[in-house]
C-alpha cells in the first residue's frame, strides 16, 4: 500500500489558473533548502521557486550566472523533500536552454527526473521560443520570465526599472502574449512599470505573477532572504521585510558564544 505525505490538496498549474479566475491573489516564495521549504509550504505559500537566485544568496555570487545544472538540481530536491502542498518551479539556470532547444529539453529533463520539480521557468520571449515548444512537447509546464531578466544583466549593464520606453513596452507584451500562445502557464514580470504589468495581466489569460511591478498583477514573488530580513544589503523600493532576522540571528549566535565562553552551556541540566 502506498503512503502519502498527507492529504493535503496540492497546488497544481490549474489551480492557480483558477485563482487567477476568481480574482485569488497568487503567493510566491522562493526556496533552495529543505527545512525552509517545510517552513514555507506549511505556512501556505502557493508557489515555491527554486530560484538561480540561490547564486547570490546561497552561493555568495555578484550574479546569477555562475550557478549550474547539478547545483539547481540539488537545490530542487532539497525543496522538494519538504514540500506537501506547494507547486514548485525550478529556474533553468544560464547556458542550460539558450539558443539550443535539443539542450533546454535535456535540461529540462534532468531537472524533472532528478529532483521531482513540478515544472521550470526561463527567462526571455521569442528569442527562445524553439526552447519553449521543445520543452512544452515534453509535457513539462513552463512559467515564462520577462522585464528584467538577472541572467541578461551583462546586456542590460544595470538592474534598473525595464521596459519605461514605448518600444520596449510593446516588445513585452507581445513576447507576453507569444508566451501564453505557446502553453506557458505563467509569467513572471519583473521590474517593470505598475501601469504595464496591469496592462499584461488584463489582456493574458494566464497568471502573471510580479516582482517590482506593482499591485495589479495576479501574484507576487519575492526572494525569500530579502522578505526575511536575512540579508540586509538589497534594499529595492518593490521589497517589503516582514521580520528582521539577521539581527536576531545575529543575538542569538552572540549568546551562544557568550555562553561557552563564560562556561554557562551547557550546565548541569544540559548534560547526560
Known amino acids: 500500500m502506498s503512503v502519502h505525505k498527507s492529504d493535503v490538496k496540492k497546488v497544481t498549474t490549474h489551480q492557480l489558473q483558477n485563482m487567477k479566475e476568481r480574482g485569488e491573489k497568487i503567493s510566491m516564495l522562493t526556496a533552495y533548502d529543505y527545512s525552509m521549504a517545510t517552513i514555507l509550504d506549511a505556512a501556505g505559500v502557493d508557489v515555491l521557486l527554486v530560484g538561480d537566485s540561490a547564486s547570490n544568496v546561497m552561493a555568495g555570487h555578484e550574479t546569477t550566472l555562475p550557478i549550474t545544472l547539478d547545483q539547481m538540481i540539488y537545490h530542487a530536491s532539497s525543496v522538494i523533500r519538504g514540500v506537501n502542498r506547494a507547486f514548485v518551479v525550478v529556474d533553468l539556470p544560464f547556458g542550460s536552454y539558450q539558443g539550443n532547444s535539443s539542450e533546454a529539453l535535456r535540461s529540462t529533463i534532468r531537472i524533472m527526473k532528478e529532483s521531482g520539480a513540478h515544472g521550470i521557468k526561463l527567462e526571455g520571449g521569442a528569442e527562445i521560443k524553439e526552447s519553449i515548444v521543445r520543452i512544452l512537447s515534453a509535457g513539462v509546464p513552463v512559467m515564462g520570465h520577462l522585464g528584467l531578466t538577472p541572467q541578461s544583466i551583462y546586456k542590460f549593464g544595470t538592474y534598473t526599472v525595464r521596459a519605461k520606453e514605448e518600444a520596449e513596452a510593446q516588445k513585452l507584451i507581445e513576447d507576453a502574449l507569444l508566451l501564453q500562445e505557446l502553453g506557458c502557464f505563467s509569467i513572471v514580470l519583473e521590474k517593470i512599470p505598475s501601469e504595464l504589468a496591469k496592462r499584461v495581466a488584463e489582456k493574458l489569460?494566464?497568471?502573471i505573477i510580479g516582482i517590482g511591478a506593482g499591485p495589479h498583477v495576479d501574484?507576487?514573488?519575492?526572494?525569500?532572504?530579502?522578505?526575511?530580513?536575512?540579508?540586509?544589503?538589497?534594499?529595492?523600493?518593490?521589497?517589503?521585510r516582514y521580520a528582521d532576522l539577521h539581527t536576531i540571528m545575529t543575538d542569538a549566535v552572540q549568546n551562544y558564544v557568550k555562553d561557552v565562553k563564560s562556561k554557562d552551556f551547557p550546565n548541569e541540566k544540559e548534560a547526560y
Do not use: A, S, T, Y
Open 219 to 240: 501574484g507576487q514573488v519575492l526572494v525569500v532572504h530579502d522578505m526575511l530580513g536575512i540579508n540586509k544589503e538589497f534594499k529595492p523600493r518593490f521589497l517589503r
Open 205 to 207: 489569460e494566464i497568471p
